[in-house]
């Protein structure tokens, strides 16, 4: 992760997207998309964090990465399907990191995901998180290799992906969106959901 975020991406992750996982942190948080659960080593022992994935290997493997007495639920579940009623409304906030541009399909079709995690939220809280942006910003020739083999072998979906098309699917369900394009990857936060 540190060696293409820094080389390929260009978003560095201690200096960007580390800092930007931790400032909008809540006390009850659920991380979708947890990957190696490498945020999660570094949140507060006080934080109650969920995590969601469809991979029970990934949902196992952060939870143990992070502790397991940090985690209250691990939840396997498909983001473009509703969320269980009880999930709605429970997260003060909720992170996507390198989520999005691994989901299939366009930037629109991912709105539903955006919707579906807009109703987990508290009426104050925050979604955000980071993905990497395929049309719109300028890939070094590393980044060019990994997207070509990355999105020819289904890993990404995200040739057509914008900080444009992310800004219209996040306003469609949230008042406060805020972007910010670090190298080839948009960070993102939204809050005062619709």
Same mark, same amino acid.
């Given at each position: 992760?540190?060696?293409? =975020?820094? #080389?390929?991406? !260009?978003?560095? /992750?201690?200096?960007? @997207?580390?800092?930007?996982?931790?400032?909008? *942190?809540?006390? =009850?948080? #659920?991380?979708? !998309?947890?990957? /190696?659960?490498?945020? @999660?080593?570094?949140?507060?022992?006080?934080? *109650?964090?969920?995590?969601?994935?469809?991979?029970?290997?990934?949902?196992?493997?952060?939870?143990?990465?992070?502790?397991?007495?940090?985690?209250?639920?691990?939840?396997?579940?498909?983001?473009?399907?509703?969320?269980?009623?009880?999930?709605?409304?429970?997260?003060?906030?909720?992170?996507?990191?390198?989520?999005?541009?691994?989901?299939?399909?366009?930037?629109?079709?991912?709105?539903?995901?955006?919707?579906?995690?807009?109703?987990?939220?508290?009426?104050?809280?925050?979604?955000?998180?980071?993905?990497?942006?395929?049309?719109?910003?300028?890939?070094?020739?590393?980044?060019?290799?990994?997207?070509?083999?990355?999105?020819?072998?289904?890993?990404?979906?995200?040739?057509?992906?914008?900080?444009?098309?992310?800004?219209?699917?996040?306003?469609?369900?949230?008042?406060?969106?805020?972007?910010?394009?670090?190298?080839?990857?948009?960070?993102?936060?939204?809050?005062?959901?619709?």
């Amino acid at each position: 992760m540190g060696v293409s =975020n820094r #080389l390929a991406w !260009g978003c560095p /992750t201690k200096e960007h @997207l580390l800092p930007h996982f931790l400032e909008h *942190l809540g006390n =009850n948080h #659920l991380d979708i !998309g947890v990957g /190696t659960g490498f945020y @999660l080593t570094h949140v507060p022992e006080s934080s *109650l964090i969920s995590l969601m994935d469809l991979n029970e290997a990934s949902l196992n493997a952060a939870s143990t990465r992070a502790g397991e007495s940090k985690i209250k639920h691990k939840i396997n579940h498909d983001v473009f399907e509703p969320y269980p009623a009880a999930l709605h409304g429970q997260f003060d906030s909720i992170s996507m990191f390198y989520l999005l541009h691994c989901l299939p399909g366009n930037i629109s079709t991912k709105s539903c995901v955006i919707r579906n995690a807009a109703q987990a939220l508290t009426d104050d809280g925050t979604l955000y998180g980071a993905t990497i942006l395929g049309d719109g910003v300028v890939h070094n020739s590393f980044g060019q290799k990994l997207m070509r083999i990355y999105n020819q072998k289904g890993i990404f979906s995200n040739t057509k992906d914008s900080e444009e098309g992310l800004t219209h699917i996040l306003s469609e369900h949230f008042e406060n969106v805020k972007t910010k394009v670090q190298g080839t990857v948009v960070m993102f936060s939204a809050s005062g959901k619709k």
